[in-house]
């Protein structure tokens, strides 16, 4: 049973910083690319930043670029999304997911999706 489980959610102010991870078991993690996407309030979710098996290509989203980096831990089955100078338009719901495809800024359908995770930006 393939399972994501995100973590390190919570409230910052603006200007602070919080790093997400998500935990996969039940798969082979090297198979896999990772991404993160979010959902915030009365939106649709969108694409936040991903990351190749190989670990050698990534994308992001043009509003977090700068500011957000996505990084795998092999060893530990486990992908993370550092999040600096956090804006309160980041306030969303994150969730990581995984895909055999790769995964590019126009993705939005992957194989397997964690919960989520809040985040909140107080201004």
């Known amino acids: 049973q393939v399972q994501l489980v995100e973590s390190g959610g919570g409230l910052v102010q603006a200007g602070g910083s919080l790093r997400l991870s998500c935990a996969a078991s039940g798969l082979t993690f090297s198979r896999y690319n990772m991404g993160w996407f979010r959902q915030g309030p009365g939106k649709e979710r969108q694409f936040v930043a991903s990351?190749?098996?190989?670990?050698?290509?990534?994308y992001y989203a043009d509003s977090v670029k700068g500011r957000f980096t996505i990084s795998r831990d092999g060893a530990k089955n486990t992908v993370y999304l550092q999040m600096n100078s956090l804006k309160p338009e980041d306030t969303a719901v994150y969730y990581c997911?995984?895909?055999?495809?790769?995964?590019?800024?126009?993705?939005?359908?992957?194989?397997?999706w964690g919960q989520g995770t809040q985040v909140t930006v107080s201004s």
């Open positions: 997911a995984v895909r055999v495809l790769p995964i590019t800024i126009l993705t939005m359908e992957c194989d397997y």
């Open positions: 990351l190749s098996r190989s670990g050698g290509t990534t």
